[in-house]
């Protein structure tokens, strides 16, 4: 069965940066199709990015310019940059896959707080 494992989040102040990291353990479709989503608390989780077929990016108007999908060469690790980082980016976050596919078991995700 396929583990989602996300890390990378902590606290920053507002305008600061944070690399979020979306390993698995199991097998998945080669990160050709993954997503980032975030849960800000109280709200419900909603789709922050979505890589699709490999070479496809789409971002929440919320996070473009300052967010950037990657995958590294050996396409086992997906990132998620977050630059410019604002209070309303304080969430949850976690990867799976786009909202099209049947998801696998949701990690723990991981916090991001963004201080004022």
């Known amino acids: 069965q396929v583990q989602l494992v996300e890390s990378g989040g902590g606290l920053v102040q507002t305008g600061g940066s944070l690399r979020l990291s979306c390993t698995t353990r199991?097998?998945?479709?080669?990160?050709?199709?993954m997503a980032w989503y975030r849960q800000p608390p109280g709200e419900q989780r909603y789709l922050v990015a979505a890589?699709?077929?490999?070479?496809?990016?789409n971002y929440a108007d919320s996070v473009k310019g300052r967010f950037t999908v990657s995958r590294d060469s050996q396409k086992t690790t997906m990132y998620l940059q977050m630059n410019d980082l604002k209070p309303e980016d304080t969430a949850v976050y976690y990867c799976?896959?786009?909202?099209?596919?049947?998801?696998?078991?949701w990690g723990q995700g991981t916090q991001v707080t963004v201080s004022s």
């Open positions: 890589l699709t077929n490999g070479d496809t990016i």
């Open positions: 199991g097998q998945v479709r080669g990160f050709n199709n």
């Open positions: 799976n896959g786009p909202p099209q596919f049947t998801p696998y078991p």
